[in-house]
């Protein structure tokens, strides 16, 4: 029977297991990489050393897509949980997430000098920048893919926009100076309205010189607007806080930068379109009330020709009525004749004679009165005809002033001083020039 204090290997490792995870937990470790693998699993094993000792390391796949990338020789940070690979009781480091050694220190000196130059207000910066730029001075790398990008983005867009390259290191010692310089000398230009600071990504020690606070002021200073564009759309910078403008990336800096000549071609088709449709709608609205005025106007003539025709009516009807009273006149004279064979002829006939005399008597006083009624109902017929006559309204000394393309002027601002004009009165047409205009 075993002893029961005797404990088997595979007791032994997983104790060790569960004792080495229970006192440690998670911890950070820093050391030097060396005899990294990664086989087709996806997982990462490596060896993390110093000078005086190493211990193994396994980064799982799951962990492994979103741990910052490293090589054999370089030197990180980890942070993981010690544990024991209980098959071949191997005491490794299971790590959860790695960074480059030393961007704590940096992470730290970075929020240390952002709360310090925050305080100093150089982070208040919020100046519109010109849309687009006439000249932007574009500081970077020459060598560098932002430069190609941004010039890229540029002659796509805008065209227009003149450049001029300020050429500066973007990382090193040189850095921060040559960027300073280059800002100074785009101040002292009058030629430029527009700073755009940019390069690529990188680590944080890449993009160190955009956090110096030396740069920061340079910036905030600055009598131009500037736009950073620093890294890609993770990164952050100091600059980019100075900034009155930070953009993600390069190429989103030149987009932000000009308008798209091409969205803006197709806008000004479609207002075209839209001003040709709402053109030939007024168009068709004008024409439509020029004919409604065309119908309700009337010529002159139409109502003279309505006069004559209602004084013809009347002709006939003072015609037909003298015409009536003859045949009563013939008609009475018929039956006098008739009555006087009837009777003594010649006491008849001189009664008849005498009825005759004043039938006719009354009938020659009746039938001038009534055709000087009539004749004067016509000449007021006449009258009011006459005065609704344009031509009658020249004979009052009024006159008809035309200018050289046969219009009515009707208002003294429709004419200009030197214009010749016609006048025309009621006989014949006089030439005229303007000499001056009065309103009243």
Known sequence: MADPTTLSVSDLNRQARLMLERGFGDCWVEGEVSGLAKPASGHCYFTLKDDRAQVRCALFRTRARFAAPFANGDHIRVRGRVSVFEPRGDYQLIVEAVQPAGQGALLAAFERLKHQLSAEGVFVNARPLPYPPRH?????????????????????????????????????????????????????????????????????????????????????????????????????????????????????????LV???????????????????????????????????????????????????????????????????LAQARQRQEMARRSLTRFDPAQQIAESRRRLEQASRRLNSALPRRLEVERNRLNALMRELNAVSPLAVLGRGYAIIENSEGSVVKRAEDTRPGERLSARLAQGRLSVEVKRRHKR
Do not use: C, K
């Open 259 to 325: 308008p798209d000549r091409r969205e803006l071609m197709r806008r000004l088709s479609d207002a075209r379109q839209r001003l040709v449709r709402v053109e030939r709608l007024r168009l068709d609205q004008e024409l439509q009330r020029l004919d409604y005025l065309r119908a309700r106007l009337r010529h002159p003539g139409e109502r003279l020709a309505r006069q004559r025709q209602h004084l013809a009516q009347l002709e006939a009807r003072l015609q037909r009525a003298m015409q009536q009273r």
């Open 136 to 256: 932007l001075a574009l500081i970077t790398s020459a060598t560098g893919a932002a430069v190609r990008d941004v010039l890229a983005v540029l002659a796509a867009r805008w065209p227009l926009v003149d450049v001029t390259l300020l050429p500066v290191p973007v990382q090193g010692r040189e850095a921060v100076p040559a960027i300073i310089r280059a800002i100074a000398l785009a101040n002292n230009e009058q030629r430029f309205d527009t700073l755009l600071i940019t390069r690529g990504g990188g680590s944080l020690e890449d993009l160190w010189a955009f956090n110096d606070e030396h740069l920061a002021r340079a910036i905030f200073h600055s009598r131009l607007p500037v736009m950073s564009a620093v890294g890609h759309e993770v990164d952050v910078t100091l600059a980019d806080f100075a900034a009155d403008v930070r953009a993600p990336t390069p190429s989103a800096a030149a987009e932000q």
